[in-house]
């Protein structure tokens, strides 16, 4: 191997500059062993953490665990709504969730919204509600309403609440 004598700083570099391009000082710190273990881990918590977003929005089991552990009062409050929602059904039976419903806090309670269940029909086929519950703090079931579900009218009105 052979090795050059040219000098990195220039052919016009004074002596001095040539001497300490060797000092210690010049030369780049090492890291430490904890910094590099970091930074080998930095990638693989984000995928971690945008794995558990996507599954939070696909997976209802998922959506359901992390809810519970967030908000277990809201949440519980969502599993009152769900019930009375699919024992009230026309067809208890035949009932499904199609969508798992939101939680709002309100002063003596929550409201339960996005709650969207799939009954049968007179014909055999699939009706959609819209679900809306009122739970008091204990849990108790208030009030539940019962709408004929529409998604193009329901993406509308979220779409005109955001121009406004």
Known sequence: MKTSNRNPLGKNAKEEDKSTINEPYARPRKRSSRSRTLNRLIPFLILLIFGTLILKDNVPAVSDKIDSVINPQGFAAVQSCRKAA???????????????????????????????????????????????????????????????????????????????
């Open 86 to 164: 699919l024992s009230q059904s026309s067809t208890p039976d035949f009932a499904r969730l199609i969508k798992s419903g939101r939680a709002n806090a309100t002063k003596k309670g929550f409201f339960i919204d996005r709650l969207v269940i799939g009954e049968m029909n007179d014909q055999g086929g699939e009706r959609l509600m819209d679900i809306g519950c009122h739970i008091d703090q204990s849990g108790e079931l208030i009030k539940l309403s019962r709408l004929s579900y529409k998604e193009e009218s329901t993406i509308k009105e979220d779409t005109e609440s955001y121009h406004e």
